[in-house]
């Protein structure tokens, strides 16, 4: 009968899709591509895969794609986990193994670990860094390449109110909205940092988890004051006053290694990244930026491409 | 802080009066939140109330509510969210006419259904009576269809109400707020505080819309005697 | 450029990857929910009271906005939060919710003398539920199915906002920098999904059911 017929083909069909549902589930089903990482106990470090993770914007996919085809072009097995997030977030993944190195900033970095810090300069930040890193992850040698936060007014407001430093923030803070990723709210250099050291306490703070809200709403001035990254292509397009930082409430911001301590002692691994660290300058990784959010290259061709350029792939 | 468990204090955020005030605090949000859903929601029942009688009533475009409704239900809310921001930015017109023509299918549909199927012998008595077209619709199929009416906009009301939570990614306003910025700094209590506040909002307002529905069904059946035919079995919508 | 259609033929790979994932994940949620609204709405169907609370209590279950649910899912259960199961878990609740009101409808309508006669032949309980009510409660049935799959496909991509989301990364990765084409390719991915999938039950249920074909529409 027909019906039994249907009932029976419906019946094979769900049996059919669950198991091409557990077969799927084996694949991570993230964009991850990878080989497990290093499992405590596997075979020695220098054979276990690297994978290398990214915070959840472009620079950070740039560099880790870097890291990671810098590895591979020295023998060391290597794959990329772009895009998990948060510093909170992907520190607590290397923490439990699922990646085992990422592009970091020294600055933030170090007051992620030690909000009490004091150090002011790129060399005391450096100093200062391998100290406060728990025992399980080991930071490489830092690049000259920066990217710092930063603070910008628009052209217009700028000259209206004569903003030009973070000290300037004072006078128009209460009456003013400020903007910045949602983990703003917390770190040292943002809405705390400013009341603290510059005396500027906002009347409100919107979090973007994206730029275009965060650019559209600063043009129309719904919010006064909003932080980008120094290598951001938009500052220079609008034309933005990125405001003087005269008491180092921002502190340098040069990208460096963050890695697993196994990792640290690869002698290959350390050497391959230590290359790119050198190599590594704010101009190009600027250009790199653009290449990908204006151009809508891939992370991982410009990368390869870099690399190249430099004998290092 | 281990990711997920229940052991973990989850209300702590909704606990802490500190969340509550403020530009940033949930009452804010809340209040951002509602008002985007009355507006939306009502902005839609002006269109789509007056559009669905009159096709309801002559009988003419009911093919257009019927491949409206399914095709709405296709709609991934964030895409479009995420579209009409960038071409239009960050203001409240654009949010709230996206919710609002997400809000218009079900309203649609249901008071075209519910003016359609307004019992057919009351129609004809009050024809019989002599009451012109308008008065029929006004005083015989209005109130018949009323049930409906309500129930479509409670299933509209659901679905801003679940959209709107994902407006705050493109736009920062409302509840969803919570989600997102929890999400980013992996603050499970504010997390938390975002799902279980919207749920809370949805459940109160489906509620309310509910025991509206109620009385207009009483109000429409006095005698118990079943004067509206209700063609659809399915929910009229599904949330997003 | 904001909008680069060459970026598609760069992409074809992960747009692939993120496709399958999409279907899988707005898919396995309606299997599950079909396996348990049959009997589930088959024993509500039977009683009254009972039913008429427990379909309040699912209504609000379905009130519940989807992201909401991804969110306090993984919170209640204790499962991390990126885990798809998560994902699955709420949809097959949520797929669940709508489809036992389907069936519960579907077999409501089955006319008492069509199920007075079947007994009066000797059908046993089980016989007729399948060779009499079922098969007339299918066209509800069917049309609930169409409802949760299509609305399954629109929900999945709400999921990117808790690092989710299959096709829905696309709408993330083109909203951080103005790019349109990715948006523009999992909407259309999206509709098209929801298009076949919906033909295909509508297929599927002409087939098993062609006395409906006679009736007007």
Redesign the interface.
């Known amino acids: 009968m027909k019906t039994k017929q249907a009932f029976i083909g419906v019946g094979l069909g769900i049996a059919a899709l669950l198991f091409t549902a557990c077969g799927a589930n084996n694949n991570p089903l993230g964009d991850a591509t990878s080989p497990q990482p290093a499992q405590p106990g596997q075979t020695s470090a220098a054979s276990a895969p690297v994978v290398v993770g990214s915070a959840d914007f472009t620079e950070s996919k740039i560099l880790a794609e870097i890291y990671s085809q810098a590895l591979k072009a020295k023998g060391v097995e290597s794959s990329t986990k772009l895009g998990i997030g948060s510093r909170e977030i992907y520190i607590k993944a290397l923490q439990d193994q699922s990646i085992s190195a990422v592009p970091e900033y020294t600055g933030n970095l170090l007051l992620h670990f030690d909000p009490s810090a004091t150090a002011t300069t790129a060399a005391e930040v450096d100093k200062a860094l391998p100290d406060v890193l728990p025992s399980d992850l080991k930071s490489l040698k830092s690049s000259a390449a920066v990217n710092q936060d930063v603070y910008v007014v628009t052209k217009e407001f700028s000259a209206q109110h004569d903003i030009t430093s973070l000290e300037d923030l004072q006078k128009i803070a209460a009456t003013s909205t400020l903007g910045g990723p949602p983990e703003l709210a917390k770190r040292a250099y943002g809405p705390p940092g400013l009341e603290t050291i510059y005396g500027a306490k906002f009347k409100a703070f919107v979090p973007y988890p994206k730029y275009p809200p965060k650019i559209s709403d600063l043009d129309s001035n719904k919010i006064q004051v909003a932080t980008f990254f120094t290598t951001d292509a938009v500052i220079a397009e609008k034309g933005y006053i990125q405001l003087e930082d005269p008491q180092s409430m921002i502190l340098p911001q040069n990208v460096v290694p963050l890695v697993r301590s196994d990792v640290a002692e690869n002698q290959t691994a350390v050497a391959a990244l230590e290359a790119v660290q050198a190599a590594l300058t704010t101009e190009e990784l600027m250009e790199l930026d653009k290449k990908v959010d204006n151009d809508r290259q891939d992370p991982g061709q410009v990368a390869g491409e870099w690399l190249t350029s430099k004998s290092l792939a | 802080m281990v990711e997920g468990t229940a052991g973990m204090n989850l209300f702590e955020y909704l606990a802490d009066p500190a969340n509550w005030t403020g530009p940033g605090g949930i009452w804010n949000l809340l209040l951002q939140h509602l008002g985007y859903t009355v507006a939306s929601v009502g902005l839609a029942a002006v269109i789509a109330i007056p559009l669905g009688i009159v096709i309801g009533h002559t009988g003419r475009g009911s093919f257009l509510v019927i491949g409206l409704s399914n095709a709405a239900r296709a709609i991934p809310t964030l895409g479009l969210l995420v579209l009409v921001v960038l071409l239009l930015g960050t203001g409240i017109g654009p949010i709230i006419g996206v919710l609002a023509i997400l809000a218009l299918p079900p309203v649609l549909t249901a008071t075209a259904a519910g003016i359609r199927g307004a019992d057919h012998e009351a129609v004809h008595a009050a024809r019989a009576i002599g009451m012109s077209e308008p008065q029929v619709v006004a005083k015989v199929e209005w109130p018949l269809a009323l049930p409906l009416v309500i129930s479509g906009l409670r299933s509209a009301t659901l679905q801003v109400v679940a959209t709107a939570t994902v407006a705050a990614y493109s736009s920062g306003q409302g509840l969803g707020r919570l989600l997102i910025t929890g999400n980013a700094t992996r603050n499970y209590p504010e997390m938390f505080a975002g799902a279980f506040l919207v749920a809370v909002l949805a459940i109160v307002l489906d509620i309310l819309l509910g025991g509206l529905g109620w009385l207009a069904r009483r109000h429409a059946s006095p005698g118990g005697r079943k004067m509206v035919h209700d063609p659809s079995k399915i929910p009229v919508d599904v949330v997003a | 450029?904001n909008l680069?259609w060459a970026?598609i033929e760069?992409?074809l790979s992960?747009i692939g990857s993120l496709l399958?994932?999409h279907v899988?994940?707005a898919?396995?949620p309606v299997?599950i929910a079909?396996?348990i609204a049959l009997p589930l709405g088959y024993l509500v169907s039977k009683t009254r009271r009972v039913a008429n609370v427990f379909l309040a209590f699912i209504?609000?279950i379905?009130?519940?906005?989807?992201?909401?649910?991804f969110?306090?899912m993984?919170?209640?259960?204790?499962?991390?939060?990126?885990n798809?199961v998560n994902i699955v878990v709420a949809l097959s609740i949520y797929s669940t919710a709508?489809l036992v009101?389907?069936v519960v409808?579907?077999l409501r309508?089955v006319p008492a003398p069509v199920k007075q006669s079947a007994t009066a032949v000797g059908y046993g309980w089980l016989r007729r539920l399948?060779?009499v009510e079922?098969?007339l409660a299918m066209p509800?049935i069917f049309?609930?199915l169409r409802?949760?799959i299509?609305?399954n496909?629109?929900?999945v991509?709400?999921a990117?906002?808790?690092?989710?989301g299959?096709l829905?990364?696309l709408?993330?990765l083109?909203?951080?920098?103005?790019?349109?084409?990715p948006?523009i390719v999992?909407?259309v991915l999206?509709?098209a999904l929801?298009?076949i999938f919906?033909a295909l039950i509508l297929l599927?249920q002409r087939?098993?059911?062609?006395w409906l074909r006679e009736r007007p529409a």
């Not at chain 3, 379905?62 to 649910?69: G, K, M, W």
């Not at chain 3, 993984?74 to 990126?82: D, K, R, V």
């Not at chain 3, 990117?160 to 989710?164: A, D, I, P, T």
């Open positions: 450029m680069d970026w760069r992409n992960m399958v994932e899988i994940l898919l396995v299997v079909f396996l209504g609000i379905y009130s519940i906005p989807s992201l909401a649910l969110v306090m993984p919170m209640i259960l204790g499962t991390q939060i990126l798809p709508l009101r389907s409808d579907g309508s399948f060779r079922l098969p509800v049309a609930g409802v949760v299509v609305s496909i629109a929900i991509s709400v990117v906002l808790v690092g989710s299959a829905g990364k709408f993330d083109g909203f951080a920098s103005y790019f349109y084409t948006i999992a909407l999206m509709l929801a298009l919906d599927i087939r098993t059911l062609p």
